[in-house]
Each structure stands twice: as structure tokens, then as C-alpha cells.
């Protein structure tokens, strides 16, 4: 029976994972395969499926735990678009999960092994963010979730440093260079995903490759990473928009002082932002919007064609409480009514993960 390679693509909260998956499967495709794409949240409504879906592939939502807490509902999704026809399923686990070694590549290469070839772990780090934790420093974050970040590279079989765009040459070797000092077990890639640089040759790469969770981690431990996860509130909403007056809109204008107002409130306040993504839909047209730590780190792309009304979805990673994220993210949408919009929450989902509780965690590599 012919398996189905299986890409795991790891990485804290905006280190370009759905980005990095959306060209993956633009070049999967292109080389005549079928792709089936696996999202992974503490809660449904994610920024990352509606903005996946629109690659073609089979795409599947595994919501309410992560991957490693919820196994089987992660497998019953892999089952589930297997029977579709697919080549290679790529799955972005949540990103401040770690210990996906120990708790989903093992199980998965004993227990799979049949219908399975499963690929290297590739862990994504946000270039500037890797070099502050190189250094020493939490780039922003919780001192927990900087110790979450150490973790999934520590354990990774090849770490893409991403964002390279940003970055002139020299500084991307250097950083390199440190990167393969600091964790000398992986092996180390530098992409651009956003520009789709290198990423089709690491995809050749995992692709041919089944040296998949070579090694685990020996030494985490789990009341940090709990805290890491819990110091975040986590939001997610879906809100219709429309016109007044059914005028034509830019939308892009509208999602840009958005996110700029969301941005500006945490920062004054001194929250820190993992990560904060939002997606206005119109018809087949995208525009999306991502904060990575503080406003000046607002990026904003895609166009709008005007449409009267519309739908967003947002998902924020703030380090507050989930009551206070949800006052902030209501206040601003309220405030939307000053672009003459009218603005209706349709769901909203506010919470703060538990303590990490994974279905299996293997002490030896298969």
C-alpha cells in the first residue's frame, strides 16, 4: 500500500507557519499531488483554515486541544482526508506546543507505520524573535513562553529560520551560525515564506527524508510549560461587517486601523502579543492582517474588491487575562462604527489553555 508522507510544521505563536503551509501546498500541487492540510487550536474559528482553504487542498480543523492532547482526534483527521485521494498531509500543531516528539511523531511512526511515512519535525522561528532568544532574552515574551520557544528548537530535527526577507545576508549567516551552535541536533534551513525563498527545496528535502523525531527532550519541564501557555489569553471571533448604507468599502483600510487601534491599546498597557491575526473574506478575495509583538510589527496583505459586507475572523494571543482580551477586542470592534461600519460578532471563544495533558509520551525514539 502506498503511504502518505506526513509534514509536521512546528513553531511558536507568528513565526509564519500557515504561510509556510500555504506555499507548500502551492508546490505540492504543482508537482501534480494531492495535499491535505491539518490546522490545530485550542478553539475552533481559525484565522489559518479559512485563509488554507483557499489553496485547493483538502483541508481539516482539529480544535479544542492541541494535537498532542487530543491524539486520536488528531489521527481521526488524518484518517478522515486520507480517504480522499491524498499524497502528503502537512499539520500545523498549536503554536505553543512542544514535546511533539515525545508525544506525536513516535506514536505516530509505531503506530502508523503501515499507511505513514512520516518527515523530519521542522520547527519555524521568527528570525528576530530567534535572535533575542539566542542571546539570552525573552523577545518580548513571558519568561514560560520564551522557555517554550527554547524547547520546540531544542527538539527539532530541522529548525527554518524564517523571515529572512527582513534581514541583510551577512546577519542571516550569522545567525545561522548560532543557531547550529545552540542546538547542534538539527539541522538548520533559512527561509523566507512570506517570498517563497528556499521553501520549495526544504520541501524536496522532507519530502525524500525519514528521519523523523530523531531525538527527544530529556529535561522539560511541564509546570513551565504549562505556565507558558496559561500567561496567554486566547480569542478567537468571527464578525460580519457591512457598509452603511451598502456603499463599496476598502477593506484593507478598515482591517489595517483595526488591528493598528487592537495594537496600540496593548502596547500602552505594556501586554505583550504573541500573536494577533485577523482575515476579512470577501467572496474569493483575502485580506489578511498579523501583529507579532508589538504595533510597528503590523503586516498587512491582499486586496479588496469593495463588497458591501463581509466576514472577519480573528484570532489573538495576548499576555492577559481571557476577560480582559475579550473587553479590549469588543471595544475596538465597536469602535469600527467610526469607518461607518456596522459591525456584528457572530461567535466569540475566549480561554486560557490548561495544563498540557498528552494522550501518549514516548521515552525512547522508535
Known sequence: MKKIKIILVGGFLGSGKTTMLWNAAKHLSEQGKKVGLITNDQASELVDTSFLESTGGVVSEVSGSCFCCNFNGFTEAIQQISGQGIDVI??????????LSATILQPLKEHFADSLSVAPLSIMADAERLEAILEGKNSGLHKSAAYIVRKQMEEADQILINKIDLLDSRKVEVLKEKAQAAFPKAEIYTVSALEDKNVESWLEVVQNSEKAGTHLLEDIDYEIYAEGEAVLGWLNATVELQTKGGNEKDWKEVLENFLNELSEG????????GHVKALIRENCNFVVGNVVGKRETLKIRGASNGDPCVTMVLNARVEISPMELERAVRETIS???KDDVKAEIREMQCLQPGRPNPTHRYDYVV
Request: hydrophobic fraction near 35%; proline fraction near 5%; aromatic fraction near 4%.
Open 335 to 337: 469602535n469600527m462604527e
Open 266 to 273: 496593548f502596547d500602552s498597557r505594556h501586554q505583550a502579543v
Open 90 to 99: 502537512v499539520a500545523e500543531p498549536v503554536g505553543s506546543c512542544t514535546d
